[in-house]
T-cell receptor, first 120, second 111 residues
Framework: GAVVSQHPSRVICKSGTSVKIECRSLDFQATTMFWYRQFPKQSLMLMATSNEGSKATYEQGVEKDKFLINHASLTLSTLTVTSAHPEDSSFYIC????????????????FGPGTRLTVL | GENVEQHPSTLSVQEGDSAVIKCTYSDSASNYFPWYKQELGKGPQLIIDIRSNVGEKKDQRIAVTLNKTAKHFSLHITETQPEDSAVYFCAASRGYSTLTFGKGTMLLVSP
């Protein structure tokens, strides 16, 4: 149980285009999803927290107009990188957390497999 | 806010040896401490976690200990195998707040 998927796993795009990454909780309802960014050989950097049906909360320094997050259902959150530039190239990872009455409890977060974004 | 320090940054052991990774945290109100294993090119995988009302938890070859007084917790892997080679992250949180991660430990198990 507690499986999270991400799509696509890898994407290469041209500078100036937009890219959408999907994060799905496959076997539980995720009231909260998190989006992280990870640079090579570094730890995870939290970008934003999204709760189903409400606006995402962005961490300091993360541009909300550039990284659009939508958490439209209890099993799906999307991250759209708008007008991508080479410096946006990174490994993007989502995680999902269920509510206390669901299959997962407390603050357990389950991560997706990640999406490697390369902007040319 | 919470600050998590993790040591060592790299750890090399021989197959069959034990490996220990240590983390300290700053917020005495933190009450949830998970450990994640991340293989190259993949997302982190939750391998074990401990809550503040427990001092130790074990799952086969993996164990975690928590010392609330000293504000540190450790991951212990016994009888290491080459497939244990990965980057391990500790994290801490208070209630339902966001997780604060350590910087990671690259574990290399040599056959």
């Amino acid at each position: 149980g507690a499986v999270v998927s991400q799509h696509p796993s890898r994407v290469i795009c041209k500078s100036g285009t937009s890219v959408k990454i999907e994060c799905r909780s496959l076997d539980f309802q995720a009231t909260t999803m998190f989006w992280y960014r990870q640079f090579p050989k570094q730890s995870l950097m939290l970008m934003a927290t999204s709760n189903e049906g409400s606006k995402a909360t962005y961490e300091q320094g993360v541009e909300k107009d550039k990284f659009l997050i939508n958490h439209a259902s209890l099993t799906l959150s999307t991250l759209t990188v708008t007008s991508a530039h080479p410096e946006d190239s990174s490994f993007y990872i989502c995680s999902a957390r269920g509510d206390r009455g669901g299959a997962v409890s407390y603050n357990e977060q389950f991560f997706g497999p990640g999406t490697r974004l390369t902007v040319l | 806010g919470e600050n998590v320090e993790q040591h060592p940054s790299t750890l090399s052991v021989q197959e069959g040896d034990s490996a220990v990774i240590k983390c300290t945290y700053s917020d005495s109100a933190s009450n949830y401490f998970p450990w994640y294993k991340q293989e190259l090119g993949k997302g982190p995988q939750l391998i074990i976690d401990i809550r503040s009302n427990v001092g130790e938890k074990k799952d086969q070859r993996i164990a975690v200990t928590l010392n609330k007084t000293a504000k540190h917790f450790s991951l212990h892997i016994t009888e290491t195998q080459p497939e244990d080679s990965a980057v391990y992250f500790c994290a801490a949180s208070r209630g339902y707040s966001t997780l604060t991660f350590g910087k990671g430990t690259m574990l290399l198990v040599s056959p």
